[in-house]
Protein backbone atom coordinates (compact mmCIF):
# COMPACT_ATOMS: atom_id res chain seq x y z
CA UNK A 1 0.00 0.00 0.00
CA UNK A 2 1.70 3.29 -1.30
CA UNK A 3 0.19 6.86 0.10
CA UNK A 4 1.18 10.36 0.89
CA UNK A 5 3.12 11.48 3.79
CA UNK A 6 0.09 11.99 6.49
CA UNK A 7 -2.31 10.88 4.40
CA UNK A 8 -4.56 7.81 6.10
CA UNK A 9 -4.82 4.74 3.60
CA UNK A 10 -7.12 2.02 4.14
CA UNK A 11 -6.87 -1.34 1.84
CA UNK A 12 -9.49 -4.27 2.78
CA UNK A 13 -9.73 -8.15 1.28
CA UNK A 14 -12.53 -10.12 1.96
CA UNK A 15 -16.18 -10.14 2.63
CA UNK A 16 -18.98 -7.98 3.92
CA UNK A 17 -21.55 -10.23 5.62
CA UNK A 18 -25.08 -9.41 7.28
CA UNK A 19 -25.05 -9.50 11.24
CA UNK A 20 -28.86 -9.64 12.71
CA UNK A 21 -28.95 -6.79 15.41
CA UNK A 22 -32.57 -7.15 16.16
CA UNK A 23 -35.80 -9.15 15.31
CA UNK A 24 -39.46 -8.95 16.25
CA UNK A 25 -43.12 -10.38 15.46
CA UNK A 26 -46.45 -9.12 15.79
CA UNK A 27 -48.88 -10.94 18.39
CA UNK A 28 -50.18 -12.64 15.41
CA UNK A 29 -46.88 -13.42 14.55
CA UNK A 30 -47.05 -11.95 11.11
CA UNK A 31 -45.55 -8.72 9.95
CA UNK A 32 -41.96 -10.09 11.43
CA UNK A 33 -39.02 -7.23 10.56
CA UNK A 34 -35.41 -7.96 11.57
CA UNK A 35 -32.53 -5.69 11.29
CA UNK A 36 -29.17 -6.12 9.64
CA UNK A 37 -25.92 -4.81 10.18
CA UNK A 38 -23.48 -5.38 7.58
CA UNK A 39 -19.14 -6.24 8.82
CA UNK A 40 -16.47 -6.44 6.87
CA UNK A 41 -14.65 -9.81 7.38
CA UNK A 42 -10.62 -10.28 5.99
CA UNK A 43 -7.71 -8.84 5.79
CA UNK A 44 -7.92 -4.92 6.31
CA UNK A 45 -5.32 -2.44 7.12
CA UNK A 46 -5.13 1.27 8.04
CA UNK A 47 -2.09 3.13 7.48
CA UNK A 48 -1.21 7.27 8.18
CA UNK A 49 2.23 7.79 8.33
CA UNK A 50 4.56 11.23 9.17
CA UNK A 51 7.52 11.15 8.07
CA UNK A 52 10.22 13.18 10.91
CA UNK A 53 12.87 15.43 8.99
CA UNK A 54 16.12 13.24 10.33
CA UNK A 55 14.02 10.38 7.94
CA UNK A 56 12.23 8.26 10.52
CA UNK A 57 8.65 7.52 10.11
CA UNK A 58 5.94 7.80 12.64
CA UNK A 59 2.78 5.36 12.16
CA UNK A 60 -0.73 4.94 13.06
CA UNK A 61 -1.59 1.36 12.56
CA UNK A 62 -4.42 -0.51 12.80
CA UNK A 63 -4.78 -3.96 11.81
CA UNK A 64 -7.67 -6.65 11.75
CA UNK A 65 -7.74 -10.35 10.39
CA UNK A 66 -10.92 -11.74 11.16
CA UNK A 67 -13.16 -15.07 9.88
CA UNK A 68 -16.49 -17.14 9.96
CA UNK A 69 -16.28 -19.90 12.87
CA UNK A 70 -19.66 -20.44 12.44
CA UNK A 71 -22.98 -20.20 13.72
CA UNK A 72 -23.53 -20.30 17.64
CA UNK A 73 -24.95 -23.57 17.76
CA UNK A 74 -27.53 -25.78 15.58
CA UNK A 75 -30.61 -24.26 16.51
CA UNK A 76 -29.24 -20.80 16.64
CA UNK A 77 -28.35 -19.13 13.40
CA UNK A 78 -26.29 -16.30 14.58
CA UNK A 79 -22.07 -16.38 13.64
CA UNK A 80 -19.22 -16.17 15.55
CA UNK A 81 -16.49 -14.16 14.12
CA UNK A 82 -12.66 -14.68 14.50
CA UNK A 83 -10.72 -11.36 15.30
CA UNK A 84 -7.17 -10.74 15.71
CA UNK A 85 -6.47 -6.90 15.67
CA UNK A 86 -4.12 -4.29 16.72
CA UNK A 87 -4.19 -0.55 17.02
CA UNK A 88 -0.80 1.08 17.66
CA UNK A 89 1.37 4.22 17.04
CA UNK A 90 5.29 3.28 16.61
CA UNK A 91 8.22 5.11 14.78
CA UNK A 92 10.52 3.07 12.31
CA UNK A 93 13.46 4.04 10.27
CA UNK A 94 13.32 4.06 7.04
CA UNK A 95 13.91 1.02 5.14
CA UNK A 96 13.83 -1.03 8.85
CA UNK A 97 11.63 -3.80 9.48
CA UNK A 98 9.59 -3.45 12.81
CA UNK A 99 7.52 -5.68 14.96
CA UNK A 100 4.00 -4.81 15.60
CA UNK A 101 2.95 -7.37 18.62
CA UNK A 102 2.89 -10.82 18.74
CA UNK A 103 0.53 -13.69 20.05
CA UNK A 104 0.51 -16.99 21.05
CA UNK A 105 -2.69 -19.29 21.68
CA UNK A 106 -2.47 -23.04 22.26
CA UNK A 107 -5.87 -24.39 22.96
CA UNK A 108 -6.69 -28.11 23.74
CA UNK A 109 -10.59 -29.58 22.99
CA UNK A 110 -11.48 -33.11 24.66
CA UNK A 111 -14.77 -34.34 23.46
CA UNK A 112 -16.38 -37.73 24.76
CA UNK A 113 -19.35 -39.50 22.55
CA UNK A 114 -21.26 -42.54 23.87
CA UNK A 115 -24.29 -43.95 24.38
CA UNK A 116 -26.51 -43.41 27.20
CA UNK A 117 -26.03 -46.21 30.27
CA UNK A 118 -24.36 -48.77 28.44
CA UNK A 119 -21.15 -46.01 28.09
CA UNK A 120 -21.22 -45.80 31.86
CA UNK A 121 -20.66 -49.52 32.55
CA UNK A 122 -17.44 -50.20 34.05
CA UNK A 123 -15.31 -52.37 31.75
CA UNK A 124 -17.23 -53.22 28.70
CA UNK A 125 -18.60 -49.62 28.85
CA UNK A 126 -15.75 -48.35 26.70
CA UNK A 127 -16.86 -50.18 23.82
CA UNK A 128 -19.88 -47.72 24.26
CA UNK A 129 -18.20 -44.58 23.91
CA UNK A 130 -15.71 -42.69 22.59
CA UNK A 131 -12.93 -40.05 23.21
CA UNK A 132 -11.37 -37.54 21.32
CA UNK A 133 -8.72 -34.69 21.87
CA UNK A 134 -7.75 -31.98 19.48
CA UNK A 135 -5.26 -29.40 20.24
CA UNK A 136 -4.92 -25.92 18.16
CA UNK A 137 -1.15 -24.03 18.72
CA UNK A 138 -1.19 -20.52 17.00
CA UNK A 139 1.37 -18.14 16.61
CA UNK A 140 0.85 -14.61 15.36
CA UNK A 141 3.48 -12.22 14.96
CA UNK A 142 3.18 -8.54 12.81
CA UNK A 143 5.82 -6.88 11.35
CA UNK A 144 6.23 -4.17 8.81
CA UNK A 145 8.67 -2.57 6.61
CA UNK A 146 8.05 1.38 5.73
CA UNK A 147 9.72 2.83 3.16
CA UNK A 148 9.87 6.27 1.80
CA UNK A 149 9.82 7.12 -1.65
CA UNK A 150 11.62 10.40 -2.18
CA UNK A 151 12.15 10.72 -6.16
CA UNK A 152 10.39 8.83 -9.32
CA UNK A 153 12.92 6.40 -9.21
CA UNK A 154 12.49 5.05 -5.76
CA UNK A 155 8.64 5.13 -7.13
CA UNK A 156 9.69 2.71 -10.33
CA UNK A 157 11.85 0.40 -8.01
CA UNK A 158 9.19 -0.52 -6.00
CA UNK A 159 6.68 -1.50 -8.69
CA UNK A 160 9.33 -3.43 -11.27
CA UNK A 161 10.13 -5.21 -7.79
CA UNK A 162 6.49 -5.95 -7.14
CA UNK A 163 5.48 -6.81 -10.77
CA UNK A 164 8.37 -8.95 -11.10
CA UNK A 165 7.46 -10.81 -7.88
CA UNK A 166 3.71 -11.92 -9.53
CA UNK A 167 5.45 -12.49 -12.54
CA UNK A 168 7.51 -14.92 -11.40
CA UNK A 169 4.74 -16.62 -9.78
CA UNK A 170 2.54 -16.66 -12.49
CA UNK A 171 5.63 -17.98 -14.60
CA UNK A 172 6.66 -20.92 -11.93
CA UNK A 173 2.97 -22.52 -12.08
CA UNK A 174 3.05 -22.27 -15.98
CA UNK A 175 6.52 -21.97 -17.21
CA UNK A 176 5.65 -22.53 -21.02
CA UNK A 177 2.68 -19.46 -21.06
CA UNK A 178 3.21 -16.13 -20.72
CA UNK A 179 2.10 -14.70 -17.47
CA UNK A 180 -1.73 -13.90 -17.18
CA UNK A 181 -0.47 -9.77 -15.61
CA UNK A 182 1.75 -9.12 -18.63
CA UNK A 183 -1.32 -9.64 -20.91
CA UNK A 184 -3.56 -7.90 -18.70
CA UNK A 185 -1.11 -4.25 -18.74
CA UNK A 186 -0.11 -5.11 -22.49
CA UNK A 187 -3.97 -5.69 -23.83
CA UNK A 188 -6.29 -4.16 -21.18
CA UNK A 189 -3.89 -0.92 -20.17
CA UNK A 190 -2.30 -0.60 -23.36
CA UNK A 191 0.85 -0.06 -22.44
CA UNK A 192 4.30 -1.78 -22.10
CA UNK A 193 4.84 -4.04 -18.99
CA UNK A 194 7.85 -2.92 -16.49
CA UNK A 195 10.40 -5.25 -16.95
CA UNK A 196 11.56 -5.66 -13.31
CA UNK A 197 15.43 -5.70 -12.71
CA UNK A 198 17.34 -8.66 -11.64
CA UNK A 199 18.09 -8.07 -7.81
CA UNK A 200 21.50 -8.27 -6.84
CA UNK A 201 22.59 -10.43 -4.28
CA UNK A 202 22.06 -9.56 -0.78
CA UNK A 203 19.46 -6.70 -1.90
CA UNK A 204 16.27 -9.28 -2.21
CA UNK A 205 12.85 -7.35 -0.83
CA UNK A 206 9.98 -9.19 0.71
CA UNK A 207 6.96 -7.67 -1.01
CA UNK A 208 4.86 -8.47 1.56
CA UNK A 209 5.51 -6.50 4.61
CA UNK A 210 6.68 -3.01 2.55
CA UNK A 211 4.60 0.11 3.16
CA UNK A 212 5.80 2.93 1.14
CA UNK A 213 5.39 6.08 1.55
CA UNK A 214 5.80 9.14 -0.62
CA UNK A 215 6.75 12.67 0.02
CA UNK A 216 3.99 15.45 -0.51
CA UNK A 217 6.54 17.81 -1.24
CA UNK A 218 10.29 18.67 -3.83
CA UNK A 219 12.36 18.92 -1.13
CA UNK A 220 14.56 16.03 -0.19
CA UNK A 221 14.69 14.70 3.07
CA UNK A 222 17.71 15.55 5.33
CA UNK A 223 19.93 12.53 5.88
CA UNK A 224 20.01 10.95 9.93
CA UNK A 225 21.76 12.98 11.89
CA UNK A 226 22.06 16.09 10.02
CA UNK A 227 20.32 19.12 11.89
Known sequence: MTTLDNQPARILVGQEIPITTGQQLSTNFDNAFRTVQRENVGIQLEVRPQVNS???IK??????VSSIAGPVSSDNSDLILNKREV?????V?????????????????????????????????????????????TNLMIFIRPTVLRTPED????T?????????????????????????????????????????????????????????????????GER
Not at 59 to 64: E, G, N, R, T
Not at 87 to 91: G, S
Not at 108 to 124: A, S, V
Not at 155 to 158: I, Q, Y
Open 54 to 56: SGT
Open 59 to 64: LFLHQQ
Open 87 to 91: ETTLT
Open 93 to 137: DDGQIAIIGGLLSDDERRTIEKIPLLGDLPGIGALFRSKAKQRTK
Open 155 to 158: TRRV
Open 160 to 224: EQRYGYLRLQQAGQAPNQEPSIDELVRDYMGAAPPIPSAPTPGNIEDPRITVPIMRNSTKPLKPQ
